[in-house]
T-cell receptor
Framework: NAGVTQTPKFQVLKTGQSMTLQCAQDMNHNSMYWYRQDPGMGLRLIYY???????DKGEVPNGYNVSRLNKREFSLRLESAAPSQTSVYFC????????????FGPGTRLTVT | RKEVEQDPGPFNVPEGATVAFNCTYS??????FFWYRQDCRKEPKLLMSVYSSGNEDGRFTAQLNRASQYISLLIRDSKLSDSATYLC????????????FGTGTQLKVEL
């Protein structure tokens, strides 16, 4: 099992450019998540999907959109990148139970100039 | 008040020392609790779940105090390889299967 995979690993964008971060999991998990991590801020939830076909805003959704393409895949789109979106982005997945752990992908390091 | 609060550290300890981290959470209805470990420039990974009765996994012991709403992690006989950031994580009750992460406590184990 690959677990949670993310592409790309690194990306540099200019202000105003758009891009999509891809995430896939092979653990048959219902829930998937997108976080950003900035120094001193910890992990902040951008969007999540409790199950296929549903998505909900997290703590910091502005400037982002998501698509839960199927049970395996959950993509994050930046329509018009801003320097404030420079961050490390992690995708994660989780089964349904309260005691279930969350598995993370290796992250995407995004720089917006 | 933050939902999950941790002392950011860093905690600098010599190899072989015992070190303890505390974490407080604000939502008394929280259901489940975890400690995750994050190495520099890597993704977080589960270290251990925290059960009401307390639990131990080798050199690591986790405790939960629901009355005071805090969670602790004790590391005995610290190794150089324990150097990392430790994240306190709480499952939000009624939160749609979401977890809330603390900002982490950094541990540096030195020779």
């Amino acid at each position: 099992n690959a677990g949670v995979t993310q592409t790309p690993k690194f990306q540099v964008l200019k202000t105003g450019q758009s891009m999509t971060l891809q995430c896939a999991q092979d653990m048959n998990h219902n829930s998937m998540y997108w976080y950003r991590q900035d120094p001193g801020m910890g992990l902040r939830l951008i969007y999540y999907s409790a199950s296929e076909g549903t998505t909900d805003k997290g703590e910091v959704p502005n400037g982002y959109n998501v698509s839960r393409l199927n049970k395996r895949e959950f993509s994050l789109r930046l329509e018009s990148a801003a320097p404030s979106q420079t961050s490390v982005y992690f995708c994660a997945s989780r089964a349904q139970g309260a005691l279930d752990e969350q598995y993370f992908g290796p992250g995407t390091r995004l720089t917006v100039t | 008040r933050k939902e999950v609060e941790q002392d950011p550290g860093p905690f600098n300890v010599p190899e072989g020392a015992t070190v303890a981290f505390n974490c407080t959470y604000s939502n008394s209805a929280s259901q489940s609790f975890f400690w995750y470990r994050q190495d520099c420039r890597k993704e977080p990974k589960l270290l251990m779940s925290v059960y009401s009765s307390g639990n131990e996994d080798g050199r690591f012991t986790a405790q939960l105090n629901r009355a005071s709403q805090y969670i602790s992690l004790l590391i005995r006989d610290s190794k150089l390889s324990d150097s990392a950031t430790y994240l306190c994580v709480v499952n939000k009750a009624g939160g749609g299967n979401k977890l809330t992460f603390g900002t982490g406590t950094q541990l540096k184990v030195e020779l």
